[in-house]
């Protein structure tokens, strides 16, 4: 059904994905949202040029249309309108639903999570643009996935080339979604569906191909302005310009290291007005970007394991959910948690390192029989005391099956009760890996406790 089911070890990777995540957002300042996981049916609508068709309608049972979510940006600027916010700075995490095919590749789903950040504002140019890309770079960097890249290009840049390359008006976006399948097909490929199915000629679609294959960074821009043929377009000079401050302000963050400006990235989705960028995993350390001389495509050496974030600048789409079509500017990026999961896993598989799926300190375990009151009443103690703790449910267990209960789900202490101990009144604190013991002196005061706190937070700290 392209969905799947996440188990205790895959929620623990997932929930330690996210912290990351969440504390990158929270570090730049954004507060979160929620919305609802359908909308109106309509307001989906139009949104996403050729991908509609991947949108889940819900069933009619009378009443207003209503389908699943596809994204959260749709749902975000729905949200700005309806409420009449003019800025706010937000994250919001949550499923999204595609009748994508899933089984395409590995980590593709028809249920997934979505992780967004986007800045809604006026602001002046490109600050809020590079602070996203600076968050894109931070996540990937702190997550450790391996070497990466950052393509950058505009709407506008690609509008302009398509006018100066003879592509007519009513053709920009169809044949958009057509470069944006670079990634993915060789040149030849893209070229033999913009002429044979989207109807271009031959000479326009060889024009285009030049373009595309150019990367490079602020010095690219600059070349570009002095381009015989791009110059002649305002557009493409705007989004040239832009591009250049962008960069300067990356530098500023730091970040220049992985980010190269790419004709070829076209991001098929309709909205975006300016800006766009796409994060890349590359393989086996730094991928070199090379072309190949003959059709000027990325050689093999620099393939790509695929997209983990994407995002752009779209200041039409609040827009056109407010009765006034008052426009709101906004940018903002979506980081591909799924692949960063299935990532994530193939890691933890491959580590010797034991992913923990509970966060229990000490187990209160018994030496002897007909303890149980007596454990039941220690450990009544450490939760009151905000102490993760566990007890078997058995009368009699035995200390053994105590104690490799403890070894297996990695809880680091044990908590030992026999007869001589209550007589002495203490308790026993075993370390689990090393063996090594310590007796508390156990009564109602929290002194002990306090120091058994110590103990366990040390304990679970050091592992």
Same mark, same amino acid.
């Given at each position: 059904?392209?969905?799947?089911?996440y188990?205790?070890?895959? $929620?623990? %990777?997932?929930?330690?994905?996210?912290?990351?995540?969440?504390?990158?957002? /929270?570090?730049?300042?954004?507060?979160?949202?929620?919305?609802?996981?359908? @909308?109106?049916?309509? +307001?989906?609508?139009?949104?996403? *040029? @050729?991908?509609?068709?991947?949108?889940?309608?819900?069933?009619?049972?009378?009443?207003?249309?209503?389908?699943?979510?596809?994204?959260? +940006?749709?749902?975000?600027?729905?949200?700005?309108?309806?409420?009449?916010?003019?800025? %706010?700075?937000?994250?919001?995490?949550?499923?999204?639903?595609?009748?994508?095919?899933?089984?395409? #590749?590995?980590?593709? !789903?028809?249920?997934?999570?979505?992780?967004?950040?986007?800045?809604?504002?006026?602001?002046?140019?490109?600050?809020?643009?590079?602070?996203?890309?600076? %968050?894109?770079?931070?996540?990937?960097?702190?997550?450790?996935?391996?070497?990466?890249?950052?393509?950058?290009?505009?709407?506008?840049?690609?509008?302009? $080339?398509?006018?100066?390359?003879?592509?007519?008006?009513?053709?920009?976006?169809?044949?958009?979604?057509?470069?944006d399948?670079?990634?993915?097909?060789?040149?030849?490929?893209?070229?033999k569906? $913009?002429?044979?199915?989207? *109807?271009?000629? @031959?000479?326009?679609?060889?024009?285009?191909?030049? !373009?595309?294959?150019?990367?490079?960074?602020?010095?690219?821009a600059?070349?570009?302005?002095?381009?015989?043929k791009?110059? =002649?377009? /305002?557009?493409?000079?705007?989004?040239?310009?832009?591009?250049?401050?962008?960069?300067?302000?990356?530098?500023?963050?730091?970040?220049?290291?992985?980010?190269?400006?790419?004709?070829?990235?076209?991001?098929?989705?309709?909205?975006?007005?300016?800006?766009?960028?796409e994060?890349?995993?590359?393989?086996?350390?730094v991928?070199?970007? #090379?072309?190949?001389?003959?059709?000027?495509?990325?050689?093999?050496?620099?393939?790509s394991?695929?997209?983990?974030?994407?995002?752009?600048? !779209?200041?039409?789409?609040?827009?056109?959910?407010?009765?006034?079509g008052?426009?709101?500017?906004?940018?903002?990026?979506?980081?591909?948690i799924?692949?960063?999961f299935? %990532?994530?896993?193939?890691?933890?598989?491959?580590?010797?390192?034991?992913?923990?799926?509970t966060?229990v =300190?000490?187990?209160?375990?018994?030496a002897?029989?007909?303890?149980?009151?007596?454990?039941?009443?220690?450990?009544?103690?450490?939760?009151?005391?905000?102490?993760?703790?566990?007890?078997?449910?058995?009368?009699?267990?035995?200390?053994?099956?105590?104690?490799?209960?403890?070894?297996?789900? *990695?809880?680091?202490?044990?908590?030992?009760?026999?007869?001589?101990?209550l007589?002495?009144?203490?308790?026993?604190?075993?370390?689990?890996?090393?063996?090594?013991?310590?007796?508390?002196?156990?009564?109602?005061?929290?002194?002990?406790?306090?120091?058994?706190?110590?103990?366990?937070?040390?304990?679970?700290?050091?592992?």
């Open positions: 059904t392209g969905t799947r089911d188990n205790p070890k895959q $929620m623990a %990777i997932r929930e330690k994905v996210f912290n990351t995540i969440i504390g990158c957002f /929270k570090r730049h300042g954004a507060e979160t949202i929620d919305t609802p996981v359908f @909308e109106l049916k309509e +307001t989906l609508t139009g949104k996403y *040029g @050729e991908d509609s068709k991947l949108i889940y309608d819900l069933k009619d049972q009378g009443g207003e249309l209503l389908s699943l979510r596809y994204d959260l +940006t749709v749902p975000f600027a729905r949200y700005l309108a309806m409420n009449k916010i003019t800025n %706010i700075k937000r994250y919001h995490i949550a499923k999204v639903y595609r009748r994508d095919n899933p089984a395409m #590749t590995r980590g593709r !789903y028809r249920e997934f999570y979505q992780c967004d950040f986007d800045i809604a504002g006026q602001y002046d140019a490109m600050i809020p643009d590079a602070e996203c890309l600076k %968050i894109v770079h931070e996540i990937l960097s702190e997550l450790d996935l391996g070497d990466f890249r950052i393509k950058v290009n505009d709407r506008r840049i690609l509008d302009g $080339m398509f006018a100066v390359c003879g592509v007519p008006d009513d053709k920009f976006r169809t044949i958009c979604s057509t470069v399948k670079l990634d993915k097909l060789p040149w030849e490929e893209v070229k569906e $913009m002429v044979n199915e989207k *109807g271009l000629s @031959e000479e326009a679609a060889d024009q285009i191909g030049e !373009y595309v294959s150019m990367q490079g960074g602020m010095d690219l600059e070349r570009l302005l002095q381009d015989q791009m110059s =002649q377009s /305002k557009q493409a000079c705007a989004g040239l310009s832009d591009i250049k401050l962008l960069f300067s302000y990356l530098q500023l963050f730091q970040v220049t290291d992985k980010v190269v400006f790419d004709l070829s990235l076209a991001r098929g989705l309709d909205y975006y007005t300016g800006i766009i960028y994060a890349v995993l590359t393989q086996a350390g991928a070199p970007v #090379t072309t190949d001389a003959q059709n000027g495509a990325p050689s093999e050496e620099s393939v394991v695929g997209s983990v974030a994407g995002g752009g600048r !779209y200041d039409g789409l609040v827009g056109m959910f407010d009765p006034k008052r426009k709101v500017p906004c940018v903002g990026v979506s980081i591909g799924e692949r960063v299935s %990532i994530m896993e193939q890691k933890a598989e491959a580590s010797a390192e034991k992913v923990r799926t966060e =300190q000490v187990m209160v375990a018994s002897q029989k007909n303890l149980l009151e007596e454990k039941l009443k220690l450990i009544t103690e450490l939760w009151n005391a905000g102490i993760k703790a566990e007890v078997m449910y058995k009368k009699n267990p035995k200390l053994l099956s105590q104690l490799q209960h403890c070894e297996e789900s *990695g809880i680091p202490l044990v908590a030992i009760l026999g007869e001589q101990e007589k002495d009144g203490v308790v026993k604190l075993r370390v689990v890996a090393t063996r090594e013991e310590v007796q508390l002196i156990h009564n109602t005061h929290t002194v002990s406790l306090r120091r058994f706190k110590c103990g366990c937070n040390e304990k679970s700290r050091g592992g």
